[in-house]
């Protein structure tokens, strides 16, 4: 859709929002507590929206488009840093590249690409402090799919982390179900709408749906890769980063060239 061209952005006060197909109700009331009103296809096609809000991406040409006071709640690439398995795997790839400037950044792992990893040294160091009056490192692990901290725990064993994993995997799946379900009654709706005037309808097709992205995929090969659930998971042990000269922290491991990128942190 066409945004209206000129520096025209509102009339008599008024700032319009544009809404993409599924956005939670709590933004939209946002938005109307605070004066404003949502875009009509229709009738404002020619005067054009203030702000789009939307939950999935914005094709490329959407910004190109835009025009100078148009507003996109999304950036284009955001998901290279927002992402924490991404953004681990970038911190990887500068800390190699500039060295100590990022050593700031916790050692990390990503699951299940380095799980053979990290189950080598979760296990040898239990060895370690086995016979040790210390306790062994701690690690935090975060679900790279998961937000407002959610599925987020600390762990010092393999055991553990596989338990709990299993434990955020399950979580996950709910997830899946839910949204699945949820877009299943939308197409429904709509479904029983289009009805009303022709005998097609649009309903039943988020039912084969609900089945297929509930389901629940465990990694092959090795030992560690059919125990840890295949989602993306990030996990960091921390402690590992040192403070450099000028205050901040530097991993042990810093001045070894690593060539693994990291999203299981040890920081």
Known sequence: MRS???????K?????????EIVESSVRQYFKDRGWRVWNEKTDEDRGWHLW?????????????????????KLDGQKCVTSKDLLAKN????RSKFGSSYAF????WVLPTQANEIETLLLSEEKKYKLSSKASPLYICKPARLSRGRGIFLFR???????????????????KAEKALAKAKRLERKGSVRRLGSKTGAAGS???RLGRRSS????????????????????????????TADGRRKDKGDNKKSGNPASLENG
Not at 62 to 71: I, L, T
Not at 170 to 175: G, R, V
């Open 206 to 208: 988020g039912g084969s």
């Open 105 to 108: 950044v916790p050692k990390t």
């Open 53 to 73: 809000w939307k939950t999935k991406r914005f094709p490329i040409f959407v910004y190109e488009n835009s025009k100078a006071f148009q507003y996109l709640n």
């Open 157 to 175: 064993s393999y055991d553990e982390l596989q338990s709990k994993l299993l434990e955020n995997q399950k979580l996950l799946e709910k997830e």
């Open 91 to 94: 911190m990887e790839k500068m």
């Open 216 to 243: 629940s995929i465990i990694g092959k090969g090795s030992s560690a890769a059919k125990k840890v659930p295949r989602t993306t998971t990030t996990v960091t042990k921390t402690g590992s980063a040192k403070k």
């Open 12 to 20: 008599n006060g008024e700032k319009i929002v544009r809404f993409g």
């Open 4 to 10: 209206s061209g000129g520096r025209r952005r509102k």
